[in-house]
C-alpha cells in the first residue's frame, strides 16, 4: 500500500467552493496524510525538517493548489525552495526523494481551451508547470501528468461531486498501487488516464 | 527557645493556617480571617493568648515595621512627584477635616482641648496594612480607588513623624508617667526638647541610610551569600527599629524613613523580594494580635459606649473621605471602595495613643477605649468592603450585569470571555471586535466598566474567579476564556476555576513573565502568551533592522527564535521541579536567566536556511565547470 503526502496550498480555502469539495472526505482515506501548508505555516515559516520526515514517510506527493497567475501560490513556492535542499533532496548526496511520485492537482478558473496556442492564456497548463516537472526531475523524482479542475468559477454542485469523486478514485489506485507510471506519462492530464481507466473497466 | 515560645508560635500559626483558608473560600479575603482568628483565640473566647496580648501586640507591630520599610522602599521620589497633586490634595482634605470634625465632637463630649485635639489627629490614621493587602487581593490596586486610598494612606504615614513631634507640645504636665516602663531618652525631657529630639532622630536615620546603610549593603552583596544579604536587610530595620526604641520614638516610622532612603538605591527590588515573606507572615501575626487584643470586658462593660464611639468615629471619617472622594472625581463605585475601605482607624493609631498616654494628655481609661474602638472598626472593615462588594454596589453602583437581559440571545452570539480588560485584554478585545467576534467582557474597575458599556460592549463587572460572576458571562455556553487579568495570582486562580468548573472552556492566558508560564503549565494550560515574549522579539528585530540587516532575514530569526524560546520554555518547565523545591523567586529568575543565556548560542536560526545558501551551490558549479 502507498501512502500520499498532499501538500495543500490556498491562502483563501474557506472561499473556494473547489478545493473544498475536493478535500472534502479526504481526511477519511486511509493512506492519505492531508498537509494544509498555510493551516501549518500562517507565518510562512517552515519547519524544514519536519517537512522532509513527512516527505521521507510517503512515496507518493501531490502538489494541491489553485493556479494563480499561471503557477502556485506563495507558500508552495516557499516550500519548494526551502525543504527541496541541496544535499538532500538534490545534488549528488541528495538522493532522499529518489523515485518517488509527485504531481500537481490543479484547480484552475480558466476553461482547457483557454490554455491553447490559440487560447486566452496562450500557453499550455504542462507548459506552465515546466518548472514544477523539472523541479521534480532535478530530485530524481517521477513527475505525473497534472490532475486538473477547469473552470472552477462555473461548476454545479454536480460537477464538483463528480470531480471530488474522481479525485478520490485517482488517489484510490495510487494508494493501491494499481497504476502503471510510463502509461500514465503518455496521457495530457491524468484525468485523460483516470477515463482510459473507466472505459477499460467498462 | 523557651517551650513557651514555641506553644505560642504554634497557637498563631495554626491560627493563621486555620482560619485564613475558611476565611477565603468564604470570599472574605485574608485580613479578616486574621482578625476574626485572633478574636476567637483571644482571651474573651477560647483564652489560648491571654493577658500576654499586648506583648505579642509589641512583637507582631514588627509586621507593621516591615511593611513600613516596605512601603517605604516603593516610594521612589520620582513617584511621589508624579503623584504629589493626589497625594498632597486628598491627604491635607481627609485628615485635616477628619481631624477637626473629631476635635469638636470630642470637645463637645467633655474632653480637654488637647486630647481632643491629639485623638483627633489619631484618629485620622487609617491602616494601610489592612487596605493596602485587601486591594491587592482584590486585584483593585491599580484603579482610580486604589491610588487615591494609596496617596491618602502615604499622606498619613509620613504626617505620623511631624504629629509624632508635636504632641511633647501638648503634654498637659512637664511631669511625665514613668509608671508604663518604657524607659526611653526622652523621659524627662521638656516637650520642645522632645520636638527637637525627634526630628533629630529622623535626619540621623536619613543620613546613615545615605552614608552607612548603602555602602554597608554594597559589602554584604559583594561576598555574594543570599542568606547573608536577607540577614543584612533585617539587621538594618531591627537596628533603626531598636534605636528608635531606644529614643523613645515609633520603630515603624524609623523604618519608613529607611525605607524611603533605600529607595534609590541599587539593592530596591533585592530588598523587597527578601523581605516580603518576612512581611507577610508578621503582618498575619499583627492582624491576629489585634483581634486578641480587643478588649472584650471594657465593650461589656460600657457597650454602649463603645458602640457610638466606634459608630462616630467611622461615621465621621467616612463622610470625610466620601467627600474627598467626590473633590477628586471618583465615580460612585471607585468613591464607595475609597471611603468604606479607609474608614477604619488604623495601626498608627495604636502608636500614636501609646505615645498620647504616655504623655498624660489622656486618661488610661479612655486611651483603652479608643485603642478598642481602633481594633474593632480594624475588624470591621473587611466586612463592610464584603457588604459593599455583595450588597451596596450591586444595587447603587455599576451593575454587575447590563440593564438589557435578553441575556440567551446575547449568549449565542458571544463565544469568547475576557477576563481582565486592561492594556493587554482592551487590544485582544479591538482585535476581535475589528474582526467581528464580540466577545464578553469581566472587568472589576468600575470606571473602566462604564465607559465601556457606553461604547456598547458586553460587559460585567465584578472579580472575574466568582462562580455566579462567569455563569452570567455565559461560561457555559462560550467556547474560548481568555484570561487577561493583570495579577498573575488572579489570572491563575481564574484558571483553577475554570478548569474545575467549566472544563470545555479552552483557556488562552496572558502570563506576565516566564515564572507565571511555569505555573500555568504546571497547572496544565497549553495555551500561554508572555508579554515578554512577542514585543520584545518585534523590538529586537527592529534592532537588527536598524543595524542594516535585511528586512526579510531579521524577521526569519525573530520567528524562529520565538519558536525556540517557546520550546526552551517546555524543556526547562519539566528540569525545573528536579531542581531544589524551594529557591527564592528572584535567584530562581537569575538562574533561568543565565541557562537561556548559555543555550541561545545553540539557536542559530539561519542553520535552517540552506536553501537559500548559494555558497554549497556556487562550490557544485564552479567544480563541474572545472570538470568540464
Known amino acids: ?202 | 527557645m523557651s517551650a513557651s515560645f514555641l506553644h505560642d508560635a504554634l497557637i498563631y500559626l495554626a491560627t493563621a493556617v486555620i482560619f485564613v483558608p475558611i476565611a477565603k473560600r468564604m470570599g472574605m479575603g485574608s485580613v479578616l480571617g486574621y482578625l476574626i482568628g485572633g478574636i476567637i483565640i483571644g482571651p474573651f473566647f477560647l483564652g489560648f493568648v491571654g493577658e500576654e496580648g499586648k506583648d505579642i501586640m509589641h512583637f507582631a507591630e514588627f509586621g507593621v515595621v516591615m511593611m513600613l520599610f516596605l512601603i517605604g522602599l516603593e516610594l521612589e521620589p520620582a513617584t511621589f512627584w508624579r503623584m504629589r497633586k493626589l497625594i498632597l490634595g486628598t491627604g491635607i482634605m481627609q485628615m485635616g477635616a477628619t481631624t477637626l470634625l473629631c476635635f469638636a465632637v470630642l470637645l463637645l463630649i467633655g474632653f480637654t482641648w488637647q486630647a481632643a485635639l491629639s485623638c483627633g489627629l489619631a484618629v485620622s490614621m487609617s491602616s494601610t496594612a489592612i487596605v493596602m493587602q485587601t486591594l491587592r487581593e482584590k486585584g483593585l490596586a491599580k484603579t482610580q480607588s486604589g491610588r487615591s486610598s494609596f496617596a491618602v494612606l502615604l499622606f498619613q504615614d509620613i504626617s505620623v513623624i511631624p504629629i509624632l513631634a508635636l504632641l511633647p507640645l501638648l503634654a498637659v504636665s512637664g511631669v511625665h508617667n514613668t509608671s508604663s516602663g518604657h524607659a526611653s531618652l526622652m523621659g524627662g525631657l521638656p516637650g520642645w526638647a522632645q520636638t527637637l529630639v525627634l526630628l533629630a532622630a529622623a535626619n540621623a536615620v536619613v543620613l546613615a541610610g545615605r552614608f552607612f546603610f548603602v555602602p554597608f549593603l554594597r559589602f554584604i552583596a559583594r561576598i555574594r551569600l543570599r542568606e547573608l544579604f536577607t540577614a543584612a536587610a533585617l539587621l538594618i530595620i531591627i537596628a533603626t527599629a531598636d534605636l528608635m526604641i531606644i529614643v523613645g520614638l515609633s520603630p515603624a516610622l524609623g523604618t519608613f524613613l529607611a525605607g524611603v532612603v533605600l529607595a534609590n538605591s541599587e539593592f530596591r527590588h533585592e530588598l523587597e523580594s527578601d523581605i516580603e515573606p518576612f512581611k507577610g507572615v508578621l503582618l498575619g501575626l499583627f492582624f491576629i494580635a489585634v483581634g486578641a487584643s480587643i478588649n472584650f470586658k471594657l465593650i461589656v462593660a460600657n457597650p454602649i459606649t463603645v458602640a457610638f464611639l466606634v459608630f462616630g468615629l467611622m461615621a465621621i471619617k467616612a463622610i470625610v473621605l466620601f467627600i474627598t472622594g467626590k473633590l477628586s472625581r471618583l465615580s460612585f463605585d471607585q468613591n464607595m471602595i475609597f471611603t468604606l475601605g479607609l474608614s477604619q482607624v488604623g495601626e498608627f493609631a495604636f502608636v500614636l495613643f501609646a505615645f498620647i498616654s504616655q504623655l498624660n494628655i489622656l486618661s488610661a481609661h479612655w486611651t483603652d477605649m479608643m485603642m478598642g474602638a481602633t481594633a474593632i472598626s480594624m475588624t470591621v472593615t473587611p466586612l463592610l468592603l464584603l457588604a459593599n462588594e455583595r450588597v451596596l454596589l450591586p444595587r447603587f453602583g455599576t451593575k454587575e450585569i447590563a440593564e438589557d437581559k435578553e441575556t440567551d440571545a446575547i449568549d449565542a452570539r458571544h463565544p469568547v470571555i475576557i477576563a481582565g480588560f486592561g492594556h493587554f485584554g482592551s487590544t485582544i478585545g479591538r482585535f476581535l471586535r475589528a474582526n467581528g467576534v464580540n466577545a464578553v467582557i469581566l472587568d472589576n474597575d468600575s470606571d473602566r466598566v462604564d465607559i465601556l458599556r457606553k461604547m456598547g460592549f458586553k460587559v460585567f463587572y465584578g472579580d472575574a474567579t466568582r462562580l455566579d460572576i462567569l455563569k452570567c458571562a455565559g461560561a457555559e455556553e462560550a467556547r474560548i476564556l481568555i484570561a487577561a487579568i493583570d495579577s498573575p495570582e488572579i489570572n491563575l486562580s481564574l484558571v483553577d476555576t475554570i478548569k474545575k468548573e467549566f472544563p470545555h472552556l479552552k483557556i488562552m492566558v496572558r502570563a506576565k513573565s516566564r515564572l507565571d508560564a511555569y505555573e500555568l503549565l504546571d497547572a496544565g494550560i497549553e495555551n500561554i502568551y508572555r508579554e515578554s515574549l512577542d514585543t520584545s522579539v518585534r523590538l529586537g528585530v527592529d534592532t537588527l533592522i536598524a543595524l542594516g540587516f535585511r528586512k526579510y532575514s531579521a524577521v526569519r530569526a525573530g520567528q524562529n527564535f520565538i519558536k525556540y524560546d517557546e520550546a526552551a520554555l517546555s524543556k526547562l518547565a519539566k528540569h525545573r521541579h528536579e531542581q531544589e523545591a524551594y529557591i527564592f523567586t528572584t535567584r530562581e529568575q537569575i538562574e533561568i536567566q543565565e541557562q537561556l543565556l548559555a543555550n541561545d548560542r545553540e539557536a542559530n536560526p539561519t542553520l535552517y536556511d540552506h536553501a537559500w545558501d548559494s555558497e554549497p551551490y556556487a562550490e557544485k558549479t564552479s567544480g563541474d565547470e572545472r570538470g568540464k
Not at chain 1, 488517489?171 to 485523460?192: C, P, R, S, V, W
Request: charged share 20%.
Open chain 1, 1 to 202: 500500500m502507498n501512502k500520499i503526502l498532499i501538500l495543500f496550498a490556498h491562502p483563501r480555502f474557506e472561499k473556494s467552493k473547489t478545493s473544498r469539495a475536493l478535500l472534502k472526505n479526504i481526511k477519511q482515506v486511509d493512506g492519505v496524510t492531508l498537509h494544509d501548508l498555510y493551516e501549518e505555516y500562517p507565518d510562512f515559516n517552515i519547519d524544514v525538517e519536519r517537512e522532509k520526515e513527512l516527505l521521507l514517510a510517503h512515496q507518493i506527493i501531490v502538489w494541491h493548489h489553485p493556479l494563480y497567475m499561471y503557477s502556485a501560490p506563495a507558500l508552495l513556492k516557499q516550500w519548494m525552495d526551502m525543504v527541496l535542499e541541496h544535499g538532500w533532496a538534490h545534488g549528488n548526496r541528495g538522493n532522499n526523494l529518489e523515485d518517488k511520485i509527485i504531481f500537481n492537482a490543479l484547480t484552475i478558473g480558466g476553461t482547457k481551451e483557454a490554455y491553447t496556442p490559440g487560447g486566452h492564456n496562450k500557453y499550455t497548463i504542462r507548459e506552465f508547470l515546466f518548472s514544477f516537472e523539472q523541479t521534480a526531475t532535478l530530485c530524481k523524482m517521477i513527475y505525473l501528468p497534472p490532475f486538473a479542475v477547469h473552470g472552477t468559477h462555473r461548476l454545479t454542485a454536480n460537477d464538483l461531486k463528480n470531480y471530488a469523486s474522481l479525485y478520490q478514485t485517482l488517489l484510490a489506485h495510487l494508494i493501491q498501487g494499481n497504476f502503471n507510471t510510463e502509461d500514465m506519462k503518455k496521457h495530457f492530464y491524468l484525468n485523460d488516464w483516470l477515463a482510459e481507466q473507466g472505459r477499460n473497466n467498462s
